[in-house]
């Protein structure tokens, strides 16, 4: 089996997709991901390091995000075949700040119209003053 190290770095609004090697070892592969982190994040420990090794060994996914504009995501994906199915061709799923944002905020507006509701079903509303 053979085990792809891949990247993405968000920066503000710029994305950039990057394949970053390959290793029949998902350890190996762990490592290669791991080094990727501590290139990107200056300040990690060694204890962390090592913590996110054995995590992408075993999830094959890891995030960090430094700020609410800067965030490296890594990925190993496993290649058992030529063409991998469909449920494994998935590599990185990024939602923009924004959309994430107005999903965040529609679901307190609805959870919000439920909680102003009234048991006997009625909604009252406060009157705005001018």
């Not at 503000?12 to 350890?27: N, R, V, Y």
């Not at 995590?55 to 994906?77: P, V």
């Not at 590599?91 to 924004?98: H, Y």
């Amino acid at each position: 089996m053979l085990y792809i190290v891949t990247k993405l770095v968000t920066e503000g609004q710029q994305k950039e997709f990057s394949l970053i090697g390959a290793s029949e070892d998902k350890k190996r592969a762990a490592a290669i991901a791991a080094d990727v982190y501590k290139d990107y994040n200056k300040n990690a420990s060694f204890q962390n390091i090592e913590m996110i090794t054995e995590w992408l060994a075993t999830r094959h996914t890891y995030s960090f995000r430094k700020d609410k504009d800067h965030r490296l995501q890594l990925a190993i994906t496993a290649l058992e075949g030529e063409v991998q199915p469909k449920d494994k061709q998935l590599i990185f799923s990024a939602a923009a700040e924004e959309e994430e944002l107005m999903r965040r905020v529609s679901q307190a507006l609805f959870e919000g119209k439920h909680a102003a509701e009234r048991r006997d079903g009625t909604v009252h509303s406060c009157p705005i003053e001018k």
